[in-house]
């Protein structure tokens, strides 16, 4: 796994805000791909009208709500970002793109995303006639990709999140409708859990998702925003947890790509990417990497078993984690 990156991702921009190129040019020189424009895979997820509304909101520079600016590069940026997650889909690669997409559902900007360019990676992957596991390590709950993905069985939605927090939803009852009952799972931890239950967890579902959903491919949204050194959420993460997260699904499968999505401390975040894709490429850990955090709160603890056994109960046995 290798990152996906150009320097239009730092032409969408705001005064004074979180989500800002100062996060990609943390990263330094990193060398540019080729990257087309993904302007032809948005009818995958959206209607004309919407797409027309993300480009009139751009060409006038307005605020899709309070948290989401458009400026007059961000219909163009968005675009390439969907074009790098078909790329990073079909190489297995790490697209390293802003703005965000996993908040934004499939008929509303929110939350600093425009586009929802996983979800669009997934809709292709999946007309192709593939079978997807979507794994959003993002601190905060996909309520975008969740709901694109509600009524399906073909895409399994699996995110594990702080909770609560923004933008509210992504409790264990949230499972799917339809055909799609059961195929999103949702694992909602309080603010303060550290690496050891982080990765606790998912490395019990894992497994288990591999053996009876048997995906050909994951699409991981990877956000960063976990971190303990995070601005704007309060888990307790070190970038041991992105390692261990990267070995843990290279060790289940063999097809994974990846999306950045949210993390906003820029000090940090060159840092924790770097920690996934070690792992996703089975390398050594740096020493730095082995330092592990424990949650150390009692309350802390007893509510994660407590939400682990609601979030079974929720799934009627159907998933046996
Ligand atoms: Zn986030």
Same mark, same amino acid.
């Given at each position: 796994?290798?990152?996906?990156?150009?320097?239009?991702?730092?032409?969408?921009?705001?005064?004074?805000?979180?989500?800002?190129?100062?996060?990609?040019?943390?990263? =330094?020189?990193?060398?540019?791909?080729?990257?087309?424009? /993904? *302007?032809? !895979?948005?009818?995958? #997820?959206?209607?004309?009208? &919407?797409?027309?509304?993300?480009?009139?909101?751009?060409?006038?520079?307005?605020?899709?709500?309070?948290?989401?600016?458009?400026?007059?590069?961000?219909?163009?940026?968005?675009?390439?970002?969907?074009?790098?997650?078909?790329?990073?889909?079909?190489?297995?690669?790490?697209?390293?793109?802003?703005?965000?997409?996993?908040?934004?559902?499939?008929?509303?900007?929110?939350?600093?995303?425009?586009?929802?360019?996983?979800?669009?990676?997934?809709?292709?992957?999946?007309?192709?006639?593939?079978?997807?596991?979507?794994?959003?390590?993002?601190?905060?709950?996909?309520?975008?990709?969740?709901?694109?993905?509600?009524?399906?069985?073909?895409?399994?939605?699996?995110?594990?999140?702080?909770?609560?927090?923004?933008?509210?939803? =992504?409790?264990?009852?949230?499972?799917?409708?339809?055909? /799609? *009952?059961? !195929?999103?799972?949702? #694992?909602?931890?309080?603010? &303060?859990?550290?690496?050891?239950?982080?990765?606790?967890?998912?490395?019990?579902?894992?497994?288990?998702?591999?053996?009876?959903?048997?995906?050909?491919?994951?699409?991981?949204?990877?956000?960063?925003?976990?971190?303990?050194?995070?601005?704007?959420?309060?888990?307790?993460?070190?970038?041991?947890?992105?390692?261990?997260?990267?070995?843990?699904?290279?060790?289940?499968?063999?097809?994974?790509?990846?999306?950045?999505?949210?993390?906003?401390?820029?000090?940090?975040?060159?840092?924790?990417?770097?920690?996934?894709?070690?792992?996703?490429?089975?390398?050594?850990?740096?020493?730095?990497?082995?330092?592990?955090?424990?949650?150390?709160?009692?309350?802390?603890?007893?509510?994660?078993?407590?939400?682990?056994?609601?979030?079974?109960?929720?799934?009627?046995?159907?998933?046996?984690?």
């Amino acid at each position: 796994m290798q990152l996906i990156y150009n320097k239009i991702f730092l032409e969408h921009k705001a005064e004074n805000h979180p989500e800002s190129p100062a996060r990609l040019l943390a990263f =330094g020189d990193l060398e540019q791909s080729e990257i087309e424009n /993904g *302007k032809k !895979y948005l009818n995958l #997820v959206y209607d004309d009208e &919407y797409i027309n509304l993300i480009k009139n909101a751009s060409a006038k520079e307005m605020n899709l709500d309070e948290d989401t600016y458009t400026n007059s590069k961000s219909y163009e940026v968005a675009c390439y970002a969907v074009g790098a997650a078909i790329k990073a889909a079909k190489q297995n690669d790490f697209a390293l793109i802003r703005p965000p997409g996993h908040h934004a559902t499939s008929n509303k900007a929110m939350g600093f995303c425009l586009f929802n360019s996983i979800a669009i990676a997934c809709k292709w992957l999946n007309e192709r006639g593939k079978r997807v596991l979507v794994v959003d390590i993002d601190g905060h709950h996909g309520n975008g990709t969740q709901d694109i993905f509600y009524k399906t069985d073909k895409i399994l939605y699996l995110s594990i999140h702080q909770f609560p927090t923004y933008p509210g939803t =992504g409790w264990v009852n949230e499972i799917g409708e339809s055909k /799609g *009952k059961y !195929y999103t799972i949702n #694992v909602p931890v309080q603010p &303060y859990t550290s690496d050891d239950l982080f990765v606790d967890i998912l490395s019990k579902i894992i497994p288990v998702i591999k053996n009876q959903y048997k995906p050909d491919i994951v699409a991981v949204s990877a956000g960063f925003d976990g971190h303990k050194d995070d601005p704007l959420l309060q888990l307790n993460l070190t970038v041991n947890s992105y390692y261990e997260v990267g070995k843990l699904l290279s060790a289940n499968f063999n097809n994974i790509f990846a999306c950045l999505e949210g993390g906003y401390n820029a000090e940090v975040l060159p840092h924790c990417v770097s920690a996934f894709l070690m792992g996703v490429n089975n390398e050594k850990a740096k020493l730095k990497f082995t330092e592990q955090r424990t949650t150390s709160a009692a309350n802390v603890q007893r509510e994660f078993e407590a939400r682990k056994k609601s979030l079974r109960l929720s799934h009627d046995g159907f998933w046996v984690f």
